[in-house]
């Protein structure tokens, strides 16, 4: 394994001694975050064994913050390091990190992750424990009373898996105004939608990339380069790496409950969605369920076109037209030439036709072919597609995609 030297600072942030049975660090990025006690809090509610885990708390600001917000974090940081000291035991530490002065170019999740990630590396490096589990949380987000506990075990689980997605629920119970909760539903609704239509057509890629509810093991870490320093979008980026390898899975035994609240922080995200959904007053667009199928006149036929590039005739024209301006064919000749067989250019072909170039095909087809849809009329055709009476309701409509999703439910 290539040695890891992309550490964001070359000097340890963190000084306290390592406990030698640390299997979990949780990281948590912190940028004028007023609900970071209601996240400490719902880590003290959990109870676990077999090890013991440290909270890195990454306060983070650009060299650009405001005065006020500069303030809060200097007042939070001193705060914490007072609190943590006083709930931490032996098995479960809080440790406040606070880095400020970030160029304001790439100030955000990205840098705010990957220093605390680069932090719980070094110190899962100090006591040779290269299996230990880095996870990501937000600041404004709860877990359930097992979530440690479910940590631990898979990170003392012996196996391939390199990172993780964890199961995650939107909380609809906070303090929000109907208008809030009815946005975060549309936008889960989009998420879940968007997840389940790549599985129906079996795509290897099909799952969750969550910040606050992804974890990587940190050998894994090290061997993908570290976390990126995108201001938004880092967790699609980070995690695709590890979902590429096969060496990835779904954690569906405990929960993350990510905000619903209202943000433009970031260029695009859960927050920006909701604000966007509010705004306008209309309903969720998303993209059209004909747009997937097309794409499955592909896949329906990859085995075809393997064995004579003429098949090719038999794909939809949306999807033939994209094909086409990716110049497949030399792709085609390119992967075909390096496989033996059709497993294998089955598997080089979605190292190409990965995540990244489905949401260019989606694109492409939205702009071209078949413009979006309401999250009412995406919803249906799922419902419809599962065999399950479909409810007007979309909330519920939510709940029976939360547990299809939850039970790991495959076509």
Do not use: C
């Not at 009476?389 to 039970?407: A, G, H, Q, S, Y």
């Amino acid at each position: 394994m290539r040695k890891y030297n992309n550490f964001e600072f070359d000097h340890p942030l963190i000084t306290e001694t390592v406990d030698n049975d640390l299997k979990v660090s949780v990281v948590i990025p912190a940028f004028h975050e007023v609900f970071l006690t209601k996240t400490i809090d719902s880590l003290l509610e959990n109870t676990f064994h077999n090890g013991s885990v440290e909270v890195i708390i990454v306060i983070n600001e650009s060299e650009s913050v405001s005065k006020e917000i500069s303030n809060f974090h200097q007042r939070q940081y001193m705060e914490l390091k007072d609190f943590s000291q006083k709930i931490s035991t032996p098995k479960l530490k809080f440790l406040p990190v606070y880095i400020k002065n970030i160029d304001k170019n790439i100030a955000g999740p990205g840098i705010a992750r990957k220093t605390g990630m680069d932090e719980a590396v070094k110190r899962f490096d100090k006591i040779n424990n290269p299996q230990g589990l880095i996870v990501n949380l937000d600041g404004d987000t709860v877990v359930e009373t097992n979530y440690l506990e479910e940590l631990i075990n898979a990170a003392i689980t012996k196996d391939k898996i390199k990172a993780y997605s964890i199961y995650f629920e939107h909380d609809l119970n906070e303090d929000t105004s109907p208008a809030e909760k009815n946005a975060i539903i549309q936008y889960e609704l989009h998420l879940r939608y968007y997840i389940n239509m790549q599985r129906i057509l079996k795509l290897p890629f099909a799952f969750y990339t969550i910040g606050s509810a992804m974890a990587v093991r940190a050998f894994a870490y090290k061997e993908a380069f570290g976390m990126n320093k995108r201001q938004a979008g880092e967790d699609f980026y980070f995690l695709h790496k590890f979902i590429k390898t096969g060496f990835f899975t779904e954690i569906n035994s405990t929960k993350v409950f990510p905000s619903a609240r209202i943000s433009e922080r970031v260029p695009f995200g859960t927050g920006k969605a909701m604000n966007k959904i509010i705004q306008s007053g209309k309903l969720l667009q998303t993209y059209s369920y004909r747009s997937f199928e097309s794409l499955n006149s592909l896949l329906l036929n990859l085995e075809a076109i393997y064995l004579d590039y003429e098949n090719i005739q038999l794909i939809e024209k949306p999807v033939m037209e994209f094909l086409n301006m990716k110049n497949f064919k030399k792709r085609y000749n390119e992967i075909k030439k390096h496989t033996k067989d059709y497993q294998s250019f089955k598997k080089r072909f979605f190292r190409w036709f990965d995540a990244f170039q489905l949401m260019k095909y989606l694109h492409f087809v939205r702009d071209n072919y078949y413009g979006n849809i309401d999250i009412t009329d995406a919803s249906q055709y799922l419902m419809k597609f599962y065999n399950i009476p479909n409810p007007t309701d979309l909330e519920k409509v939510l709940f029976i995609l939360r547990m299809v999703d939850k039970n790991h439910f495959r076509i």
